[in-house]
């Protein structure tokens, strides 16, 4: 829920000035200036923004990524990074070889 509340702003935000620009571009209704250049710079790298920035809302909001310190508790297990990664190691070294 917290994800798609973030990424979904994210998403508008980044895209619909790119889209509204190339509209107005394509359609002659931008004047020709040095202004338009330099926002033409910035709201064409506006869509590669909302890509880096979609897997950094992931990574705050996951209940599954370990964070340094182990002091982020998982909303599943309430466990801490720390215990999580212990009880996985016994997991690991309790099964036999042969299978």
Not at 74 to 99: A, G, N, V, W, Y
Request: glycine share 2%; net charge neutral; aromatic share 14%.
């Amino acid at each position: 829920m917290v994800l798609t509340a973030l990424s979904s702003p994210a998403f508008i935000c980044c895209w619909s000035p790119y889209f509204l620009f190339n509209i107005l571009y394509n359609f002659s209704l931008l004047p020709n200036t040095k202004e338009r250049s330099y926002a033409s710079v910035i709201i064409q790298n506006l869509p590669a923004l909302d890509n880096a920035i979609n897997p950094l809302i992931y990574c705050v909001f996951s209940s599954f990524i370990c964070f340094p310190g182990g002091e982020q508790r998982s909303r599943d297990s309430r466990m801490t990074c720390q215990e999580r990664t212990e009880r996985h190691e016994m997991q690991i070294l309790s099964k036999p070889e042969f299978m």
